[in-house]
């Protein structure tokens, strides 16, 4: 079996979410707990850390991983969904899974998964767990898939759990109030274990409150524990400096980050929260936690986050897909300045564009695209729908042709945009 064969094993055969949506979704651990038996509880092998929420647990996963990964540990770290490559994934010391082990994994436990038929995720998760285990890593961070209570991350025992906020995202999954939402990612919350979680929200404080209180579990509110500022983000050398402030003793901690995202500000209040917990548990000092989110990028390998593509025009990208997170990327692109902005779009077609289009401003030129993915929103569809919210552009077949366009009438003293959805991203970093 070849590297390919393997991946058209993985995703033609067994349901992932990421592609076909709803009909992958599995409201059980059933599978979850047998694969964990059958590879004899791998988890159990390493220490852990647990990242759920909304918007922000990708670049707090990889924050953390990197300050671990400073602080001289071997570091496991899952993530989803990917980029380009499936074997993003699955990192260790922030270099991807080899071909060769994902091959064999197919191959040594095709039995086991033709018995269970496991969702895409959940044999992912038993492929990165078994692969840390046998890579004797010290430690891993686990992202959260989607929710938290029937995740199938959520079968270990981690050192600190995290929840960065509750957002508008999968709510015909985790419910159709913000509760609901931080309910099921409440789940999470072991007993006994440090909780942080991101943002005091009035909605969903006294959910998190309780649940910190049933399950004796010591809580953090980053937000109310620790104040970010971000300097302006330099696009000559991709960085932006911060500043945190411990609260209420008045401890400065001063650095720069290669993460240009305004929405930052609210990850690193999270993460120096987290690395306050881990501090004590792990050795960590506060060079180990500034040096890590400096190194975040060379580190981890993160793409995607507020990514400069090219100059002249600026062009970036953000994989900020809800409204929340799409709050932030329109807001920083009108702050840009520039002469106009041009936005190569594309959602998935169970994105609620009424919750979105709004948010995207009427003077800026639309490029409607679609992912090379059966999830994607037909890109004439898109385009129809966007004319309703004032937003008028051409509708292109792929990517590449929108971005082509895109750069093609963008002036020198423009911006290029490229998102909506994850899977637009992925096709042009």
Excluded at 167 to 194: W, Y
Excluded at 321 to 326: C, D, I
Aim: aromatic content about 10%; overall charge neutral.
């Amino acid at each position: 079996m070849t590297y390919q064969q393997a991946l058209d094993y993985l995703f033609n055969r067994l349901p992932a979410y990421h592609r076909i949506g709803k009909a992958a979704y599995k409201a059980n651990l059933d599978n979850t707990f047998a694969l964990d038996e059958y590879f004899d509880h791998p988890h159990s092998k390493f220490r852990s850390v647990h990242i759920a929420g909304t918007n922000g647990k990708g670049s707090v996963s990889h924050y953390i991983s990197s300050i671990l990964q400073q602080a001289g540990y071997k570091t496991g770290l899952y993530t989803s969904p990917h980029l380009r490559d499936f074997r993003e994934r699955i990192r260790v010391n922030g270099e991807m899974i080899p071909e060769e082990e994902v091959v064999l994994f197919v191959e040594k436990h095709n039995g086991i998964i033709e018995q269970l038929q496991p969702s895409f995720f959940e044999l992912t998760m038993a492929m990165a767990f078994d692969f840390f285990a046998r890579s004797g890593i010290d430690v891993a961070v686990v992202e959260v898939g989607m929710g938290g209570r029937l995740d199938s991350t959520n079968i270990i025992s981690p050192l600190l759990s995290v929840i960065t906020n509750i957002g508008h995202d999968h709510m015909e999954f985790l419910g159709n109030t913000l509760q609901a939402v931080a309910g099921e990612k409440a789940g999470i919350i072991k007993r006994n274990t440090p909780v942080v979680i991101g943002e005091t929200q009035p909605e969903t404080e006294g959910v998190f409150r309780a649940k910190t209180i049933e399950m004796n579990a010591p809580v953090i509110f980053a937000d109310k524990s620790f104040n970010c500022s971000l300097g302006d983000f330099n696009y000559e050398d991709g960085l932006r400096q911060f500043n945190v402030i411990k609260m209420p003793c008045r401890l400065s901690f001063s650095g720069t980050t290669p993460l240009g995202g305004i929405y930052q500000q609210k990850n690193l209040q999270t993460v120096f929260a987290a690395a306050e917990i881990l501090k004590p548990l792990m050795n960590i000092s506060d060079k180990n936690v500034i040096d890590g989110v400096r190194n975040v990028i060379s580190n981890t390998h993160l793409a995607g986050r507020w990514q400069i593509l090219s100059k002249k025009p600026l062009t970036l990208c953000d994989t900020g897909h809800n409204r929340e997170g799409l709050e932030y990327v329109v807001s920083q692109l009108k702050a840009l300045g520039k002469k106009k902005i041009h936005i190569v779009m594309g959602f998935v077609n169970d994105k609620d564009l009424t919750a979105v289009l709004p948010l995207f401003p009427a003077d800026a030129a639309y490029y409607f695209t679609k992912a090379s993915i059966p999830r994607a929103l037909d890109e004439k569809i898109l385009k129809e729908e966007a004319a309703k919210a004032g937003l008028i552009g051409e509708s292109y077949v792929t990517v590449r042709e929108a971005m082509k366009a895109a750069s093609e009438k963008a002036g020198h003293d423009d911006v290029v945009f490229i998102g909506g959805s994850t899977f637009i991203v992925a096709e042009v970093v």
